[in-house]
């Protein structure tokens, strides 16, 4: 069974700092990654997704992520974190092609950028 | 563009009682999939619908029912309604005929069981 990892509950950073929010996941395959963006009492905004090849992913807003197959881990990342960031962050997986395709979310990772 | 779109945006049911929540998914997708997404958790996979069957369901009882209609539009059906499905809903919509489908969401249905 596929799963994912968000082994923080919140993570702060001041703003102007480089941000990381941690995720790792367990899927057979070569997985599909994503990272999505919820603001209070909205839907879920894409921000950016890892399916082949380099391993840097870039996305909206500044951000990007890092695919590393050894550690099964896709950690999201800024450089330098706006007061705006603060949100909540779920990474997502998904199976290759073919079978059961499923998206199983994280619990999620509240992100609070300190002015 | 239009995004994908959710009605209502919240509702009040008492258990027992039936739900209706519908969506229109992003214009150029054909898939929707609906999420239960409970307070201080992540989404959770109830269902996915593809020509207007489904195919793909997550651990839901059989309470939880679906329907997609030609023009992809979908909706959401809860039955006997329990306390536990007070939760966000949210549907998100893809284009299964390109590559990965990234799926983008709604803004949900907020529903509240008495």
């Known amino acids: 069974a596929q799963s994912v990892a968000q082994p923080e509950d919140q993570v702060n950073v001041a703003e102007g700092n480089p941000l990381t929010v941690k995720c790792t996941y367990s899927?057979?395959?070569?997985?599909?990654l994503f990272w999505y963006v919820q603001y209070p009492n909205r839907g879920l905004q894409f921000l950016l997704k890892?399916?082949?090849?380099?391993?840097l992913v870039k996305g909206s807003y500044g951000f990007e992520a890092e695919f590393n197959k050894s550690q099964t881990s896709f950690h999201l990342k800024k450089p330098s974190a706006l007061v705006s960031d603060s949100a909540l962050y779920f990474c997502?997986?998904?199976?290759?092609?073919?079978?059961?395709?499923?998206?199983?979310f994280g619990t999620g990772t509240k992100l609070q950028v300190i002015p | 563009d239009a995004g994908v779109t959710q009605s209502p945006t919240h509702l009040i049911k008492t258990r027992g009682q039936q739900v209706t929540l519908r969506c229109s998914p992003k214009?150029?997708?054909?898939?929707v999939s609906w999420y239960q997404q409970a307070l201080g958790q992540g989404p959770q996979f109830i269902f996915q619908y593809y020509e207007e069957e489904e195919r793909q369901r997550g651990n839901f009882p059989d309470r939880f029912s679906g329907h997609q209609f030609p023009n992809y539009s979908s909706e959401l059906n809860v039955n006997a309604l329990l306390l536990g499905d007070s939760a966000l809903y949210l549907c998100a919509s893809s284009h299964r005929g390109v590559g990965p489908d990234t799926q983008y969401f709604g803004p949900g249905t907020r529903l509240t069981v008495l």
């Open positions: 997502a997986v998904r199976p290759p092609p073919g079978g059961y395709q499923k998206v199983t």
């Open positions: 890892y399916i082949t090849g380099d391993n």
């Open positions: 899927v057979s395959g070569n997985p599909y």
């Open positions: 214009s150029g997708h054909d898939t």
